[in-house]
Nanobody, 125 residues
Framework: QVQLVESGGGLVQAGGSLRLSCAAS????????MTWFRQTPGKEREFVAR????????YYADSVKGRFIISRDSANNTVYLQMNSLKPEDTAVYYC??????????????????WGQGTQVTVSS
């Protein structure tokens, strides 16, 4: 089992920045990728950014490319999401997820094995 705990959400004005953290514990050696998703009421969970655990290869949704940066600290089993130039449409609950294999479309939440509890990000206009 892998446990994921997010932190760093909050309220920020448009144009501001926030950094989210996701601390992993347990069988972290089994992780292939870690990903940030976000969700707003009534909508499906949306892919934001992914990083491979060993190679650090990064993938981004078009909506956040150039504004968000995903990174990892392997020594501390933590993944970060640096969010810059925030917009009101970035308002959502942000979830950290981990997957054990590279099977399937890893932009879809269905393929993920472990989830954090979520952290609210609110961007005011």
């Amino acid at each position: 089992q892998v446990q994921l705990v997010e932190s760093g959400g909050g309220l920020v004005q448009a144009g501001g920045s926030l950094r989210l953290s996701c601390a992993a514990s347990g069988r972290t050696f089994s992780i292939y990728s870690m990903t940030w998703f976000r969700q707003t009421p009534g909508k499906e969970r949306e892919f934001v950014a992914r990083i491979t655990w060993s190679g650090g290869i990064r993938y981004y949704a078009d909506s956040v490319k150039g504004r968000f940066i995903i990174s990892r600290d392997s020594a501390n089993n933590t993944v970060y999401l640096q969010m810059n130039s925030l917009k009101p449409e970035d308002t959502a609950v942000y979830y950290c997820a981990a997957v054990r294999t590279n099977y399937g479309d890893l932009r879809r939440p269905d393929f993920y094995d472990y989830w954090g509890q979520g952290t609210q990000v609110t961007v005011s206009s």
